[in-house]
């Protein structure tokens, strides 16, 4: 299972309803090719309604974005647009390759991380899938990052943690059972003892088919995310290797026995990987690693641990990468320096080894290289610049010179979403007000789901002395998060500017109505739960 965190409330929380469902000793190679009552090895299990009946797919999506509104109040998440834009593109990709995994209600899949030094992922209810900064760091090559996302991906697509609810309320009948019959043995002159044997084994009963169901589960997500990552042309392989590498981690702490672990061994899981290797053609084109992939695993390093300690030994890491012959690590190196210039405030130093960075991914003439995947990295170096021109202390020219920047890239990548957001920030910044509100409302009705753009938009309008719009705003962000009792608070504030209009006021009674009888069901639900 994960491992849980102190520091983390809403681990406990989610442990405790069973919704987390893998992890880095969680991910695994398939030893039993399906649970029981699937078919065979390459069609998936008839889930019939049984899943259905304990946790419909709408509750599951509307309970794992609850708990993602925790998790994104946590000061753990990496709230960080480049390595977010990384992990949703490359998951979305594999999900693509992963037949039936939205399900009915084609559910977006959303990828994310959080820092935390051990090497991990999780699924959580509806789609949401974390990794753990150090797994980012440690994974050597895309199809090791692919073989623990198409694991947490097969988690999601054979509804597992609705599955694991209706297990859990089968198995909450046995100790009730085991009480009455440790009762009944009592009552018919068995002894004390006796009847504490027969309650402690329905108890024991109860637990092992627990467990038993999660070994089966991650077996099955093994062999599902084995599927998915060599349809999506990765290699294998790459499952073998990081196994390897859990397996010489967890020496340090140690594997609990077989008949304990929710997990098989890891030295199982490397063994029938292998024989599955085996059993399947290899792939004949493996993706190239992109330089998207190197730059995020530095961008993660730097961010992993902020201390001066940990700065120091990004610092070190970076320089052993500079002296690597391969030139996607180097190219790594040079942005990772580059990135921790700038988080030290060392401007000129950060530009200076984002110019070297973006120089070693051009061509040089008459040397080719097979390292070369047909992407340069120029998203990702575009935003590192822009941020660069954007930080604190830096001139007017250089800011104005930013906005240029950002909306050269946004132009260029449309879709970005770190880009668009990046080029609002830009155009606030330079005091492009009128504009930069323009855009963000142009944006906020394209994308309705980002409670970033409303916090933008609340930001222009703050700077523009639009405080009813401001509060308006920052209503729509906290509804997205979850908040709706600072939802309404915000309305409230709205209501009481000076500059508030007719038609906001009307506006603002609808949505203060609407917000209302939605805490009314959310309470009713919750007592109607507690019953």
Request: aromatic share 8%.
């Amino acid at each position: 299972m994960l491992q849980l965190s102190p520091r983390w409330p809403w681990r406990r929380v989610a442990a405790a309803v069973g919704l987390v469902v893998a992890t880095a000793g969680a991910f695994a190679a398939p030893t039993v090719p399906v649970l029981r009552g699937s078919a065979d090895t390459t069609g998936l299990p008839t889930l019939g309604d049984t899943a259905r009946a304990d946790l419909s797919p709408f509750l599951e999506r509307k309970l794992g974005e609850e708990i993602m509104n925790d998790i994104r109040r946590d000061p753990d998440y990496l709230d960080d647009d480049a390595i977010i834009e990384f992990l949703n593109n490359f998951g979305e990709n594999l999900v693509s390759f992963a037949p039936g995994a939205r399900g009915e209600t084609n559910a977006d899949f959303f990828f994310f991380a959080v820092r935390d030094p051990m090497i991990n992922a999780f699924a959580l209810p509806g789609g949401f899938i974390g990794v753990h900064s150090q797994l980012i760091i440690s994974a050597q090559n895309e199809s090791e990052l692919a073989s623990v996302l198409s694991h947490e991906i097969g988690h999601v697509q054979q509804r597992h943690i609705a599955r694991m609810i209706g297990q859990q309320k089968q198995d909450a009948l046995l100790p009730l059972a085991a009480l009455l019959l440790a009762a009944l043995v009592g009552k018919a002159g068995g002894g004390a003892d006796a009847a504490m044997g027969v309650m402690l084994g329905g108890q024991g009963l109860a637990i092992q088919r627990q467990l038993n169901f999660s070994r089966d589960a991650e077996r099955e997500a093994d062999r599902v995310g084995f599927q998915t990552m060599r349809a999506a042309g990765y290699d294998t392989s790459g499952m073998v290797a990081f196994f390897k590498r859990l397996q010489s981690t967890t020496r340090v702490y140690g594997e609990a026995p077989a008949w304990l672990s929710s997990h098989p061994l890891t030295g199982e899981r490397i063994a029938d990987i292998q024989a599955r290797i085996r059993d399947n053609p290899k792939v004949m084109h493996i993706r190239p690693d992109s330089i998207e992939f190197h730059l995020v695993r530095a961008r993660a390093r730097v961010l992993q641990d902020e201390s001066q300690k940990g700065r120091d030994e990004a610092k070190s890491t970076f320089d052993s990468q500079l002296a690597q012959p391969n030139t996607q690590q180097q190219t790594a190196a040079m942005y990772g320096l580059s990135f921790l210039a700038l988080k030290q405030g060392d401007l000129k130093g950060a530009q200076s080894w984002l110019d070297k960075a973006k120089a070693s991914t051009k061509p040089r003439p008459g040397v080719f290289s097979s390292e070369r995947s047909g992407t340069d990295g120029s998203a990702m170096f575009a935003a590192l610049g822009t941020e660069i021109k954007l930080a604190p202390g830096q001139p007017p020219a250089v800011v104005h010179q930013a906005v240029q920047d950002a909306e050269a890239a946004y132009q260029k990548f449309p879709l970005s979403r770190m880009l668009a957001r990046q080029y609002a920030d830009a155009l606030i910044a330079d005091g492009q007000l009128d504009k930069a509100a323009q855009f963000l409302r142009d944006q906020v009705q394209q994308y309705r789901e980002e409670p970033k753009l409303y916090d933008q938009l609340a930001k222009a309008y703050a700077a523009q002395g639009k405080i009813a719009l401001q509060h308006m705003a920052l209503a729509e962000s906290y509804v997205l998060s979850g908040a709706l009792p600072a939802a309404v608070d915000q309305l409230n504030l709205a209501r009481k500017a000076k500059d508030v209009s007719f038609y906001d006021q009307a506006v603002i009674d609808a949505r203060e109505r609407e917000l209302n009888e939605r805490q009314k069901d959310e309470k009713k639900e919750k007592k109607d739960k507690d019953r």
